[in-house]
């Protein structure tokens, strides 16, 4: 029997440095890191609390070799970690071990996931194949991350036949491939994929109607966010945050901003990303006083906000010209809550300013920049000065910046003719020389069943 003394502090190890040294040093004085049992739960704690531990616990194993779940759990840990790559040299590792110690069940979609974390599509297709052999090729565990896998490369087809070839298809199977196919912008067969689960009689989870909705953002269809949201209201399907603030975003995106209102007040506990949608969907809407007044009910709330929810919070007051409050939120991210200004923040600024006719204080924003401005900054200064009449004294160094960073964009070469004094044929000899013409503009609007563009 492990001692009361031991068993908490194998609790306290999971958080506690302090206490894995100390339970290792009991165990190591008690011989009981000899234990398959023991040596494992050490493992778990240490990999919850330092995986680069684990893996020195690990390797210097008094047991040889390690037990499988010691591999499968630190296997596990690397898959999940910002070096998925060492669960794939550890899996290796484990194929290279003498004796009857091989991969089982779980250790088979640890490794998989790690592939795809990690980018490693060669080595992905390498454990696929070992998994079939190993007799693990219908394991549903197996077959759902190679679903996900596959997806995540964009390999539908691959993600395709493995889905066919499963015997036992779970929820997370169905969801796996429709995400596949939404990965891959093919959301009609993403709607496919959901009619043919609807006949098989397997009912969709949550992750499946988020996945459905941004199948239907892609493709501007307002029926479809409306029919998941009557199919969640006639199956008391529970509206959480993730699947709240999902159908929200469908409905504010498609416009029907006080529907995505009455979603929002409708999620009982809301997060920092639906709070921030939620004030994003209205600034860019026209809604400003609303979304302000959103953004301080979320500070009354005790969320703070974080960099996103001041760029929706910025876009607003660029929206109506409120420049005090603009200015004063801007201080408040950088004072209060202590966040770098993004390149993002800097942009909301400038356009703020030009709207509001201060030119100067944008420039000064843009030459204050720790990182240099982008396109989108360099054309709203460059928009406001023409618009405010600020020609005159104009940094050219911003123009010809805005040609160097943009060269292929005909849209740039006009708007940089209008400011420079006398540039109208400069910029167009310029033009025709390096072949760039200005594109004409378009929209979109909804037809059924698809979304169409419209030349204007």
Not at 140 to 146: D, S
């Amino acid at each position: 029997m492990i001692s009361r003394h031991i068993q908490s502090l194998f609790q306290l190890s999971k958080t506690s440095a302090k206490s894995l040294q100390i339970l290792h040093c009991i165990l190591l004085k008690s011989s009981l890191d000899r234990d398959e049992y023991i040596f494992s739960q050490l493992m778990l704690s240490a990999a919850s609390a330092s995986l680069r531990h684990a893996r020195r616990l690990f390797e210097s194993s008094p047991i040889a070799p390690q037990p499988l779940f010691a591999w499968n759990m630190l296997i596990k840990a690397y898959s999940k970690s910002s070096t998925p790559t060492e669960a794939v040299t550890l899996f290796s590792e484990l194929l290279r071990t003498p004796g009857v110690l091989r991969p089982n069940q779980f250790t088979f979609p640890f490794v998989i996931k790690a592939c795809g974390s990690g980018s490693m599509l060669g080595a992905g297709g390498s454990v696929h194949s070992f998994a079939v052999k190993a007799g693990f090729g219908s394991d549903p565990h197996v077959g759902n991350t190679l679903l996900t896998m596959y997806g995540g490369f964009g390999l539908v087809e691959l993600a395709r036949k493995v889905f066919d070839e499963m015997s036992e298809r779970s929820v997370v199977s169905w969801s796996s491939m429709i995400a596949a196919y939404v990965h891959s912008n093919l959301e009609l067969e993403a709607l496919g994929a959901f009619k043919e689960m609807t006949m098989a009689n397997e009912k969709p989870n949550s992750v499946t109607l988020i996945t459905l909705l941004s199948a239907g953002t892609n493709l501007l269809n307002t029926r479809l966010s409306k029919s998941i949201h009557t199919h969640i209201l006639i199956n008391d399907i529970y509206l959480d945050v993730a699947l709240g603030t999902a159908l929200l975003s469908a409905y504010a995106k498609s416009g029907h901003i006080d529907e995505a209102l009455r979603i929002f007040n409708s999620i009982t506990l809301k997060n920092l990303q639906s709070w921030t949608v939620m004030i994003s969907s209205l600034a860019n809407n026209g809604r400003t006083e609303e979304a302000l007044s959103l953004f301080a009910r979320m500070e009354q709330t005790g969320l703070a906000p974080d960099s996103v929810a001041f760029s929706a919070a910025l876009s607003a007051c660029s929206h109506r010209g409120l420049v005090s409050k603009g200015k004063e939120l801007f201080k408040r991210m950088v004072n209060v809550y202590k966040i770098k200004p993004s390149v993002e923040h800097y942009g909301c600024m400038v356009d703020l300013l030009g709207r509001g006719g201060e030119t100067g204080e944008a420039h000064r924003v843009i030459t204050s920049m720790p990182m240099e401005p982008n396109p989108v900054i360099l054309r709203s200064y460059l928009s406001a000065c023409k618009e405010h009449g600020c020609v005159h004294g104009l940094d050219e160094r911003l123009v010809e910046r805005l040609i160097e960073l943009d060269p292929g964009v005909g849209a740039n070469y006009v708007l940089a003719s209008s400011v420079l004094v006398g540039g109208v044929d400069d910029m167009r000899r310029e033009m025709k020389m390096k072949g760039v013409e200005k594109v004409a503009g378009f929209s979109w609007v909804e037809a059924l069943p698809l979304a169409s563009e419209t030349i204007i």
